[in-house]
């Protein structure tokens, strides 16, 4: 497989990281509570503290970065769209696809539901496809829950392709010129299709600030350290303040401190040599995808087990997290090296593909 010959950017690969543990501890910790696992409220505190499901609007806006600086050398090739859709489809829907069917698998084998029913065969094969449906419930999400944000992933890349044909500048911008439109269109005339109505939310215009953060980065702007330092500091006191904002602005209260914190990793020097803790940030953050999805598996073995343990003390919240965290993490970074890394390679018919690759 081509290399692309860009540096590594380790702090953007770290936030990656950092995003993935948030969405994942939100879902744990609620799941602890649910449970009886939080005598004395500290979890219920700790997510008011902060709103941990931002994590998803960090990825969001790194993965508008990071598409842009990993394309760099197909903008202006003939063959840049079928490349670049050939690198996304490799690396996203082997591990989605695995995780969806057994998801699916487990309920049928249990007996369970989607909400009250195992949905149709076409909300099924929506699910797998990347196409917004609405479940048996109504609501906007694939079989998977989580697949909801891979379903915005893949229609910014649907998008974003063609312009590849163009050189680097006028492709970022039409792309962002196209989405911003789309969605003023919808706050205009109210999308009745529920596929554009999902698709027109303002939160795809999170992956257009990190398209413009990658411009400034090849355009040679980084951030001082103060800056770097200020950025992601303010990012939080952000969050805190606005934990609990009402969804429609999410975009807003939550996408610009997402935005911040990108700005902080992705606007910094390349380091001259990455120290060992570097290279575990980095390590982390390639399972970031893996960690995403495979998550709510371990949160139903963690589940059982805790009831039939019935363990119960002061730091019973905090062992049920950690615990959780660390058996995510753990699975997540087996997964990304047995799995996600040897398909990808297959798939893009290579003996393997580099640990780091951003496309």
């Not at 501890?25 to 902060?50: C, E, R, S, V, Y």
């Not at 058996?327 to 087996?334: D, G, H, M, T």
């Amino acid at each position: 497989m081509a290399r692309t010959g860009l540096p590594l950017l380790p702090w953007v690969q770290a936030l990656r990281a950092a995003a993935a543990l948030s969405v994942a501890f939100t879902h744990i910790a609620h799941d602890a509570i649910t449970n009886g696992a939080d005598p004395t409220g500290a979890l219920a505190a700790a997510q008011k503290f902060l709103p941990w499901d931002a994590g998803v609007d960090i990825f969001f806006v790194v993965s508008g970065f990071v598409i842009v600086h990993a394309s760099a050398p197909l903008f202006g090739t003939p063959a840049g769209p079928r490349i670049f859709l050939r690198r996304r489809l490799t690396r996203i829907v082997p591990l989605y696809w695995a995780c969806t069917a057994a998801f699916i698998a487990v309920l049928l084998v249990g007996h369970a539901a989607i909400h009250g029913d195992i949905g149709g065969p076409a909300y099924l094969l929506a699910s797998f496809l990347f196409i917004p449906w609405p479940r048996p419930d109504g609501v906007m999400q694939p079989a998977l829950g989580l697949g909801w944000t891979l379903n915005y992933e893949m229609f910014f890349y649907t998008v974003f392709a063609p312009f590849l044909l163009l050189a680097r500048g006028r492709a970022v911008a039409l792309t962002i010129l196209l989405l911003a439109g789309f969605v003023a269109l919808d706050r205009w005339q109210n999308f009745a299709n529920p596929q554009a109505g999902f698709w027109a939310s303002p939160l795809i215009l999170e992956f257009c600030a990190g398209m413009i953060l990658a411009q400034l980065r090849a355009a040679g702007f980084l951030l001082p350290l103060a800056a770097r330092i200020a950025l992601p500091v303010l990012a939080l006191v952000a969050l805190h303040c606005l934990s609990a904002t009402a969804p429609q602005w999410r975009p807003l209260a939550w996408g610009v401190p997402a935005t911040a914190l990108v700005a902080a990793a992705a606007l910094a020097p390349f380091p001259a040599a990455l120290s060992r803790p570097a290279r575990l940030l980095v390590r982390l953050g390639d399972a970031s995808y893996a960690l995403y999805l495979i998550h709510p598996f371990v949160m139903r073995g963690l589940s059982v087990s805790w009831h039939k343990f019935h363990a119960h003390s002061e730091l019973a919240g905090t062992i049920y997290v950690l615990a959780g965290l660390a058996a995510a993490q753990s699975l997540a970074l087996a997964v990304n090296a047995l799995f996600e890394r040897r398909m990808t390679g297959w798939l893009r018919g290579a003996r393997g593909v580099r640990r780091h690759e951003a496309v």
